[in-house]
């Protein structure tokens, strides 16, 4: 069956700091691959999505790249604020009889500390 | 446009006593999901519906958990009799077309915060 592993949180990092959430999918066929962000008190918002191998999606200055040869999507941005301080969610959508399904992992924390 | 609704936002309420969370998906969408979400489990779909109808409800934990959806524009989430181990955030997203393509994924409420004393 189709499965996303994200690293486990808390992460914890200083305003301005490079961060990197791994994420890493098992799946038949080729999914479509997403980052949603959840702020405090809210629900889930799509971030950013790749369709295909060796897409990279972006948004607010965020991005992640679909490797299909290492089966990953590590979201990356490059100076992080404490309003990116939310729980960070990877998921695949993969087509199947079931219907239009997404497949989440575990969900990261993010704290940024000015 | 309006989001996916969900109500109430909070809800307290004594072991025992039933408890009704309600959805209002975004219209034109014909595909509506629950999840529950607690510090333990994560993230877990419960149900959801096309086009009205249950499609798969292998996630909904017990029997006391029950839901319904009458019509295109609302959903239910019934948990009768409730249990302090049903306290969690309950989520309601819907979306449109068979297949998740990077223009239509899953779009969610702001969820319902459930504590069962």
């Known amino acids: 069956g189709n499965s996303v592993t994200q690293m486990e949180g808390p992460v914890t990092l200083s305003e301005e700091a490079f961060l990197t959430i791994n994420c890493t999918y098992t799946?038949?066929?080729?999914?479509?691959l997403f980052w949603y962000v959840q702020y405090p008190g809210e629900g889930l918002q799509l971030l950013l999505k790749a369709t295909k191998a060796d897409d990279k999606g972006s948004n607010k200055g965020f991005e992640a790249t679909y490797r299909k040869e290492t089966t990953s999507f590590h979201l990356e941005k490059g100076s992080v604020q404490v309003s990116d301080s939310a729980v960070y969610f990877c998921?695949?959508?993969?087509?199947?009889?079931?219907?239009?399904?997404?497949?989440f992992g575990g969900g990261t924390r993010l704290m940024v500390k000015p | 446009d309006a989001g996916v609704i969900q109500s109430p936002r909070h809800e307290v309420t004594e072991m025992g006593q039933e408890v009704t969370l309600r959805c209002k998906p975004i219209s034109g969408h014909d595909y509506l999901f629950w999840y529950r979400q607690t510090m333990m489990r994560g993230l877990e779909l419960l149900i959801y519906?096309?086009?009205?109808?249950?499609?798969?409800d292998s996630g909904m934990p017990e029997d006391r958990f029950s839901a319904k959806m009458p019509n295109a524009s609302f959903s239910t989430l019934k948990i009768q009799p409730s249990e302090p181990r049903d306290s969690a955030v309950y989520f309601c997203a819907s979306s449109t077309h068979r297949r998740v393509s990077s223009n239509q994924p899953q779009h969610f409420g702001d969820g319902t915060r459930l504590s069962i004393l």
């Open positions: 799946a038949t066929g080729y999914p479509s």
């Open positions: 519906f096309n086009n009205n109808v249950p499609i798969d």
């Open positions: 998921a695949l959508s993969a087509y199947n009889n079931a219907g239009n399904m997404l497949t």
